[in-house]
């Protein structure tokens, strides 16, 4: 059974910082790129972050970068996302992805998502 569940979310002051973990089960991790999504109310879903399957190479929208930073820790499991200079924008939920693509087939998954407020 395949789950991805986020944590780390929360109320934060504007200039504050979060740290987002989600943790994997259920098929083979180390295979798998990984990225956070984020949602806030009335807008899509966007892509925040992305982190290859190695961990060699990230991508960062532009309206994140330089303030957030994505890892992963193969041995855990575990993909992360560090928050720092938080802005009232940033607000959203906060959404974990794991997508592999081996030739033809696609295996995307989603966690639940975890709630990400900046205000003060």
């Known amino acids: 059974q395949v789950q991805l569940v986020e944590s780390g979310g929360g109320l934060v002051q504007p200039g504050g910082s979060l740290r987002l973990s989600c943790a994997a089960s259920?098929?083979?991790?180390?295979?798998?790129?990984l990225s956070w999504y984020r949602q806030a109310p009335g807008k899509e879903r966007e892509l925040v972050a992305t982190?290859?399957?190695?961990?060699?190479?990230?991508n960062f929208a532009n309206s994140v970068k330089g303030r957030f930073a994505i890892s992963r820790d193969n041995a855990k499991n575990t993909v992360y996302l560090q928050m720092n200079s938080l802005k009232p924008e940033d607000t959203a939920v906060y959404y974990c992805?794991?997508?592999?693509?081996?030739?033809?087939?696609?295996?995307?998954?989603w966690g639940q998502g975890t709630q990400v407020t900046v205000s003060s």
């Open positions: 259920g098929f083979t991790f180390r295979n798998y790129a």
């Open positions: 982190i290859t399957s190695a961990g060699g190479s990230t």
């Open positions: 992805n794991a997508r592999f693509v081996p030739g033809s087939r696609v295996y995307d998954y």
